[in-house]
């Protein structure tokens, strides 16, 4: 049984009785999330935008990176080879137009010294006449000079003039080993024809230790590992060979990619390592990943296609600790977003239950209002919130007001009314009920010198121990007349076993003033003596009054008996300190459940036959 005023308690018990109620979302987790969704929407926007832009922010600084790293080196490679290519043709067409005599060894070496000038990437400019005769412009750390070797028995030499006297286009040969340079050089070969006469070839040479210079100053920067491939299997430059690369001969021009001195690059094409990359890189770059030593390194690049027959693959790798340093500072972005998202929505289940009390107290009490447990509800406390505020003073005023209601009003037919919902449930028939009349013996001598406050008390507390045990059984209190009590059984509700729930209700009262007399004799009071009439049988029971006031109650001549049973009862029972008469019809409903005794027959005015009476004395 909860404590009064214990709303907490008292509200889990009747919302789980109520068929389904208890699947019902309450109000504190509708607010909470409620609130929690909209906070847990607003923040995953926030936060999916900020990891969405800072993600694509992160990848376009690492792709922008590449590009800038990658693009360097594309820049720089196309303009040696573009460079040397302007420089020798502008020098080939002035052989083939007559400007500068091929056959002129002053002309041509003024020509040439011309172009290196303007270039300071050709290393050396050369011009082999058809005859085999040479002539070739040198640059060295100084000045340029000009030497005429003998290349009739040179099988390069040989091998570009057959080439010259069977085409016409200019051609990038593959790289060489220049023992003189201790370098690897490209050549570019133009043939030379002057009104359809092969006159000889042109050839642009460039060193690739200078490119391998310009990849070390720019592994610095932007790109720390740049390189440059001839195909997929030979290395024409990279920052270990700007000083020289050991083993490079005629044979060997170029080191191969397989065993190269950087480990690294050494496994780019390695499919034991290679690895699909997560970060798809803007055309025409390609990537992969290449795991090493536990650790993982993207490879980015691109292919030159447009000078030497072999394509040229331009490219840098990054060591994916950097990478991953960008990745984890935005994942600590998210698990704080997260965090705070978290925070977010607890912080809104605290403010929705928060709100939701006030709320949840008043459900409590509108649930005990409508079962009529008023003696359980405590006044609402006030609140900060001026409609909430409102509210609770709206339903303590109200609660009140019912109180004073159910103190006029008989339990039983308040029940009644709120089960039915209207009077139309509540109009006048015919009913089987069991009738009680109550009434003080020597009233007038037991009043006698008191105040009308200690009247008011006297009869307050008698009445409070009649109506305890009437309603204990089920009855309705129907009025107070003076010091009489009237009760019935079997209407509003119909009771089949009503007259022994009236029996039952009378031993209650009996063995209730017997105890209050012990209190007052105690105190030098005066004993109460009551008489108790009950009586069975048809009455009319409804509402009787006017639209304006009204009252529910039996009448009829059944109603008439009890009354007079219970006046009766100072003749059967003179000394009895309780004395209940009840009818005959009364003792045939109680199955034996009760010792009774008969008195007598009792004549009743307006009935042709007399009606028998007994002494209620206990349970059988």
């Not at 050839?203 to 932007?222: I, P, T, Y």
């Not at 308040?414 to 020597?442: C, K, P, W, Y």
Request: aromatic share 6%; charged share 20%.
């Amino acid at each position: 049984m909860p404590r009064p005023g214990d709303i907490g308690a008292v509200s889990a018990g009747p919302a789980a009785g109520r068929g389904g109620q208890s699947r019902r979302l309450s109000l504190s987790w509708l607010l909470a999330l409620s609130f929690g969704s909209l906070i847990a929407v607003s923040i995953l926007v926030v936060l999916g935008f900020a990891v969405y832009g800072a993600a694509r922010n992160t990848v376009d600084l690492l792709r922008d990176r590449a590009d800038l790293g990658i693009g360097t080196l594309t820049r720089q490679v196309e303009g040696l080879l573009q460079s040397a290519g302007n420089q020798a043709g502008f020098v080939a067409r002035a052989l083939e137009t007559g400007e500068a005599d091929p056959g002129d060894p002053e002309q041509v070496t003024a020509l040439l010294f011309g172009a290196m000038a303007a270039d300071p990437a050709i290393g050396a400019l050369a011009f082999m006449g058809a005859d085999g005769r040479t002539l070739i412009a040198e640059r060295t750390e100084t000045l340029a000079k000009i030497r005429t070797p003998d290349f009739s028995k040179d099988r390069a030499a040989q091998a570009a003039l057959r080439y010259g006297r069977a085409n016409r286009k200019p051609v990038w040969v593959p790289p060489i080993y220049r023992p003189d340079y201790d370098s690897s050089v490209l050549t570019l070969q133009i043939p030379i024809y002057r009104n359809d006469r092969f006159e000889g070839m042109l050839a642009a040479v460039l060193g690739m230790r200078a490119l391998s210079e310009f990849l070390e100053h720019l592994g610095d920067g932007s790109a720390p590992n740049t390189f440059v491939l001839y195909g997929k299997d030979r290395v024409l430059a990279h920052r270990l060979m700007a000083a020289g690369y050991p083993g490079l001969s005629l044979e060997k021009p170029l080191p191969e990619l397989a065993g190269f001195g950087d480990p690294v690059l050494a496994r780019m094409w390695d499919e034991h390592w290679m690895r699909r990359s997560g970060i798809p890189p803007r055309p025409p770059l390609q990537s992969h990943l290449v795991e090493l030593a536990g650790a993982q390194y993207l490879f980015l690049y691109r292919q030159l296609d447009s000078y030497t027959a072999t394509p040229l693959i331009l490219g840098a790798y990054f060591d994916t600790d950097v990478i991953s340093g960008e990745i984890n500072r935005l994942l600590n972005s998210i698990i704080v977003g997260l965090a705070a998202l978290a925070l977010a929505v607890l912080l809104a289940l605290f403010i929705g239950r928060r709100l939701s009390r006030p709320v949840r107290r008043l459900s409590s009490v509108a649930r005990l209002i409508g079962e009529l447990r008023l003696d359980d509800i405590r006044d609402l406390p006030h609140s900060r919130v001026r409609e909430l505020d409102e509210q609770s003073n709206a339903f303590n005023s109200m609660t009140g007001a019912l109180r004073w209601f159910q103190a006029y009003v008989p339990r039983s037919l308040v029940h009644q009314l709120m089960r039915e919902g209207d009077l139309a449930s509540l109009a006048s028939d015919r009913r089987n009920v069991t009738v009680m009349f109550s009434d003080i013996a020597g009233y007038s001598t037991i009043s006698e010198g008191k105040s009308a406050a200690e009247v008011a008390a006297l009869l307050n507390h008698h009445f409070d121990i009649l109506t305890s045990a009437i309603e204990a059984e089920g009855g309705t209190v129907d009025k107070f007349i003076g010091d009489s009590v009237m009760a019935f059984w079997g209407a509003p509700e119909k009771q089949k076993n009503r007259a022994v729930r009236a029996c039952r209700a009378a031993l209650a009262i009996r063995d209730g003033i017997a105890a209050d007399n012990r209190e007052r004799e105690a105190r030098g009071e005066p004993p109460v003596r009551v008489r108790l009439g009950i009586h069975s049988g048809q009455a009319t029971a409804g509402n009787i009054g006017t639209p304006s006031r009204i009252n529910y109650t039996v009448i009829g001549d059944d109603v008439n008996i009890a009354q007079r049973l219970e006046q009766l009862g100072k003749e059967v029972s003179p000394d009895a300190e309780t004395a209940v008469t009840v009818s005959a019809s009364t003792v045939a409903d109680l199955d034996g459940l009760f010792k009774v005794e008969p008195v007598g027959e009792m004549e009743v005015k307006g009935r042709a036959a007399p009606v028998a009476v007994y002494r209620l004395v206990g349970m059988a």
